[in-house]
């Protein structure tokens, strides 16, 4: 019942932008810090981003900086990774995951199911 559900994620062509949105059901983000993983093919799975759940600490892996931004609406209670400037190697099949407290890699309560986001012209 407690599921995050991603969306957002498509074909995009190189240089381009996708925003993917990481919606929970079933309970409240405001409790939670909220990370962004990939798993692109022969890879294993790769930790992107995080945010705090009230104090404003994000965390960008280097492969991301400076090009992805994420942000959470805890209103909506959502959280988006803005993806720009996105280079081939950034296709992967992207999750949402929370995690009860802060920014650490692990334990986490809940993963999103995943969805594909494809750079190639």
């Known amino acids: 019942q407690l599921q995050l559900v991603e969306s957002g994620g498509g074909l995009v062509q190189p240089g381009g932008s996708l925003r993917l949105s990481c919606a929970a059901s079933?309970?409240?983000?405001?409790?939670?810090?909220i990370g962004w993983f990939r798993q692109a093919p022969g890879k294993e799975r790769e930790g992107l981003s995080c945010?705090?759940?009230?104090?404003?600490?994000?965390y960008y892996a280097d492969s991301v900086k400076g090009r992805f931004t994420i942000s959470r609406d805890n209103a909506k209670n959502t959280v988006y990774l803005q993806m720009n400037s996105l280079k081939p190697e950034d296709t992967a099949v992207y999750y949402c995951?929370?995690?009860?407290?802060?920014?650490?890699?692990?334990?986490?309560?809940?993963w999103g199911q995943g969805t594909q986001v494809t750079v190639s012209s």
């Open positions: 995951a929370a995690r009860k407290g802060i920014c650490v890699m692990s334990p986490i309560d809940y």
């Open positions: 079933g309970f409240t983000l405001d409790t939670y810090a």
């Open positions: 945010i705090s759940r009230s104090d404003g600490y994000t």
